[in-house]
């Protein structure tokens, strides 16, 4: 059994460092010709180009990869993208014709909330591209396109390799919209996919630095009452994604917050030894969102929390404010997200088992949600 998990005594802890491989895999054969290419694409040219609205609709984590999406498709093709829950999507009557592209992402692919949404959506002549990493599922069975993770079947119920691989999949459909659009040119579509390729080598790089001081902390930090997780922007996402972790398989009160929302309410939470996670933007990369997550670790560090910065790798202005800091190389905005969930997968799984928890089973959830 140890062999099966790779060494390790769970299978999450595997699948968290195969994440190199899967994306690479997710990436490998979509750009044909210098083109964008899905796995399934039974729409035509036209009625991708009359696409005016994109609605991306998921649950859990990959409800947090498809915020992501809402930043690429939206800086790549200059197209209005909104992302919802699915339970609350298919229950507000939402705007559908047939110039509006849902994407749903699911793991998968049997989701009953997310289904439920695509029935939705086509029955209003919406159309209905899939990110999904089962092959064959009712989702991508139902759907006009079809992009497929390929993250291999994933055993730990709290989704891993699974979520950065439908986070770059998302990329992907970005640029494969943005190309039918003619927002980016062959050449540019080129250059990003390239960019977009070099995600698993600073996935990799992450996990070779980052795994065993940040078990060390967990295991530090294991007998907290709660931690809050903050982030800007693409890091936003991450800070939701590093708290549903720690919930799922740690059992322990954690919550995500926008950090630009920390004045208006979070900022009363924090006391003496209350750890918090921050997710910085690169200091080069986003200068001005860099200096205002500056202030409010500051502001937090002031009250007497614990700071936990996952911060790019030689940014210096963060040191002085981090009791912890975590390292990840500097990448472009959209990988981002990829190179700092690693770090906060592997903090969730080393608390979860510090407290003696079975982290590829976590009590009361299931790995595929099949009912409403
Ligand atoms: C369950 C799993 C989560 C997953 C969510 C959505 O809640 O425990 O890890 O993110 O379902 O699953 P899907 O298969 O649709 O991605």
Not at 151 to 169: D, H, N
Not at 329 to 344: C, D, G, M, Y
Request: glycine share 6%.
């Amino acid at each position: 059994a140890a062999a099966e998990k790779g060494g390790h005594d769970f299978f999450m802890l595997k699948e968290i460092e195969e994440q190199p491989a899967s994306l690479a895999d997710t990436l490998r054969g979509h750009l044909v010709d210098g083109r964008v290419v899905l796995d399934e694409q039974r729409l035509s040219d036209q009625e991708l180009r009359d696409i005016d609205k994109v609605f991306v609709v998921a649950c859990g984590t990959a409800y947090h990869a498809g915020l992501l999406a809402k930043y690429a498709i939206e800086h790549w093709c200059r197209i209005p993208v909104e992302v919802e829950v699915a339970s609350e999507f298919r229950y507000r009557d939402p705007v559908l014709d047939r110039s509006t592209l849902v994407v749903a992402i699911s793991q998968s692919g049997e989701t009953a909330d997310t289904l439920e949404a695509v029935r939705h959506a086509r029955e209003q002549k919406a159309r209905v591209l899939a990110i999904c990493n089962t092959n064959g599922a009712q989702i991508p069975r139902e759907s006009d396109a079809v992009l497929y993770t390929h993250a291999g079947p994933e055993v730990g119920v709290a989704a891993t390799k699974t979520f950065t691989a439908q986070v770059i999949a998302c990329y992907l459909v970005g640029l494969a919209l943005a190309q039918t659009f003619g927002t980016k040119y062959a050449d540019e579509v080129a250059r990003e996919y390239a960019e977009l390729e070099s995600s698993a080598d600073a996935v990799a790089r992450v996990l070779e630095a980052v795994v065993e001081p940040t078990r060390a902390l967990a295991r530090d930090l294991a007998p907290s009452k709660a931690v809050l997780f903050l982030g800007r922007h693409v890091g936003f996402p991450v800070a939701l994604e590093g708290a549903l972790k720690l919930k799922e398989l740690a059992y322990m009160h954690a919550e995500g917050f926008a950090a630009g929302e920390l004045k208006h309410g979070p900022i009363a939470l924090i006391e003496q030894d209350l750890p918090v996670v921050v997710v910085m933007p690169s200091p080069k990369g986003r200068a001005i969102l860099h200096q205002k997550l500056l202030s409010n670790i500051r502001e937090i560090q002031a009250r007497g929390a614990r700071t936990i910065v996952v911060a790019e790798e030689g940014d210096e202005t963060v040191r002085p404010f981090a009791e912890h800091l975590i390292e990840v190389p500097a990448v472009s905005t959209l990988l981002q997200p990829l190179v700092a969930s690693i770090p906060l997968q592997v903090f969730a799984a080393e608390v979860a088992r510090a407290r003696g928890y079975d982290v590829d089973k976590p009590r009361n959830l299931a790995k595929s949600v099949t009912v409403e």
